[in-house]
């Protein structure tokens, strides 16, 4: 993966737009909901877990982020060793991926400058923060200039993407086709190659998850609870094999 490491991201500064709040009353209102679950989005949130404001809705609680790894690793043949995130956020999920051990090299890459210096910084609090290597970079841009080093046959991409924000429960069915900014057919395209796992709204239309099982094969479809309610169902999609690129 030499193409890969060159645009890889040392540790970045923390920028103005990277918060860590002490106090409800600093927390914007719309978030606010979510102020009152941070110690289930991150537990060490005390030692100083930095998030952009828009991060806050984004980011997978730790519980879910580690049953997901759990799952992740169950699922995935052992010859499988390379995991890319494709849109890492706070970190939330690659923090519980590179806890699990399972993966020699794990890719996470985000564009927004300030949300990844927020990511780096928690994984550091972690402890996992050398485990990563870290892409500032659009991750669709990023896969295509390195669609010549990334071996399929060893690589799974995990995917969790935004929703279109935090009105996405409006709808009783979310329409995974109109999906803002990445619609589920713009992400499938770039990781049909390889075995993926996507990250999906609990409400998310099964049907237009159901189009993209390669032939005859299954796609798991698990929802993630945590007191009950489910937060967010994850897709593990199969590869398609593809003849050519
Ligand atoms: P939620 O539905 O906004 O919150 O997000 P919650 O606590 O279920 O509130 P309720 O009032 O609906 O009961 C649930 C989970 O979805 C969050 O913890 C995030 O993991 C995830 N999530 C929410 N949004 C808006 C996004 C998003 O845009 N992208 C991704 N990848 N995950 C999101």
Not at 65 to 73: G, R, W
Not at 122 to 130: L, P, Q, S, T
Not at 199 to 212: E, G, H, M, N, V
């Amino acid at each position: 993966m030499s193409d890969a490491e060159s645009n890889t991201a040392a540790y970045l500064p923390l920028t103005e737009k990277c918060h860590h709040y002490t106090r409800r009353s600093d927390v914007d209102w719309d978030i606010q909901k979510y102020w009152a679950q941070r110690y289930s989005i991150f537990s060490l949130y005390d030692e100083g877990i930095h998030m952009t404001d828009d991060s806050w809705f984004g980011v997978t609680p730790e519980p879910v982020a580690n049953k997901v790894a759990e799952d992740l690793s169950a699922l995935t043949p052992k010859s499988k060793t390379v995991l890319i995130d494709m849109f890492a956020g706070a970190g939330g999920n690659v923090i519980a991926f590179a806890l699990s051990k399972r993966w020699s090299t794990i890719i996470a890459i985000e564009k927004d400058p300030s949300v990844i210096a927020c990511a780096q910084h928690n994984a550091n609090i972690y402890g996992v923060f050398e485990q990563i290597t870290w892409i500032n970079d659009d991750s669709f841009s990023y896969l295509e200039k390195n669609s010549t080093s990334i071996d399929p046959s060893k690589t799974v991409i995990f995917a969790s993407p935004p929703w279109g924000g935090p009105g996405y429960t409006t709808d009783k069915i979310f329409n995974l086709n109109t999906m803002a900014p990445y619609s589920i057919k713009q992400i499938h395209n770039v990781c049909r190659g390889m075995d993926s796992a996507l990250y999906l709204p609990r409400t998310s239309d099964l049907r237009q998850i159901a189009k993209l099982a390669p032939g005859e094969e299954k796609i798991e479809v698990v929802q993630y609870c945590m007191e009950g309610a489910s937060k967010a169902l994850v897709a593990y999609i199969p590869a398609i094999a593809l003849t050519s690129s």
